[in-house]
C-alpha cells in the first residue's frame, strides 16, 4: 500500500514526474480531498461539495478536476505546500478528462465529449 485513509478515491492522474495524484469523494459531512497517492500526507480539503470524477495534469503545478455535481473542470495549483482551487475553466465535465497532444483538454459529460482550449 502506498497510502491509506482516502475515503472514496475516485479520480486518479499520473504527472510526468510518475507522481501519483487522486481527488477523493466523501460521504457525509467529511470533506472531500487532493493529493499524492503515492507518499503519505500531502492532502488538502477541497472547498464545497463537488463529487470530484475525473482527474487530469494540466502542467507543472496545475491540475484539472472535474465535479460530477456541478459539471465544472476547475484548476488546482500548488501554493506554499497546499493546494489551492481556483478558477473554473469549463463547464461540461461530469464523468472524465484527459489531456489532448494539442493542448486542450477532452471533457465528459453526461452525453457528450466536448474539447476545451486551455491555454495557460
Known amino acids: 500500500m502506498l497510502t491509506g485513509g482516502w475515503n472514496n478515491p475516485f479520480a486518479f492522474a499520473v504527472d510526468v514526474d510518475d507522481r501519483i495524484w487522486v481527488a477523493d469523494n466523501s460521504p457525509g459531512d467529511e470533506p472531500e480531498r487532493f493529493g499524492r497517492g503515492d507518499v503519505a500526507g500531502a ?5 464545497g461539495n ?9 502542467g507543472g503545478d496545475r491540475f484539472g478536476v472535474c465535479g460530477y455535481l ?5 484548476v ?3 501554493r ?3 493546494m489551492v482551487e481556483e478558477e473554473r475553466l469549463a463547464r461540461g465535465c461530469r ?4 489531456l489532448a497532444g494539442d ?6 459529460d453526461l ?6 482550449d486551455l491555454a495557460a
Open 95 to 98: 464523468t472524465g478528462a484527459a
Open 80 to 82: 506554499g505546500g497546499e
Open 43 to 47: 492532502v488538502t480539503d477541497l472547498d
Open 70 to 74: 456541478d459539471g465544472e473542470l476547475r
Open 111 to 116: 452525453d457528450a465529449i466536448r474539447r476545451a
Open 76 to 78: 488546482l495549483r500548488a
Open 103 to 108: 493542448g486542450s483538454v477532452l471533457l465528459a
Open 50 to 58: 463537488r463529487a470530484p470524477s475525473a482527474l487530469v495534469v494540466l
